[in-house]
């Protein structure tokens, strides 16, 4: 069942303006992340990954022959 694109955008202005989410949180669906409100969920470790996202990172600059440069 499809729903209207006012239903499936109410959660991108909840995570945006309520004052419990926090920046660098991870929210995904309630019901087997698939569907429903959003909740905080715990990030998978790969998600978590230096090593994994640095060699995303380069792997994304050889794609679009961009490169970019970014410090902490």
């Known amino acids: 069942m499809k729903k209207s694109a006012q239903k499936n955008s109410s959660w991108l202005w909840w995570l945006n303006f309520h004052i419990s989410v ?3 949180d991870y929210y995904g669906p309630k019901y ?4 429903g409100y959003p909740v905080r969920e715990e990030p998978a470790k790969l998600m978590k990954s230096e090593t994994a996202a640095a ?3 380069a792997y994304s600059e050889k794609l679009t022959h961009l ?3 970014v410090t902490k």
């Open 55 to 57: 060699k995303l990172w």
């Open 67 to 69: 490169k970019f440069d």
């Open 22 to 24: 926090k920046g660098g």
């Open 32 to 35: 087997l992340e698939v569907y």
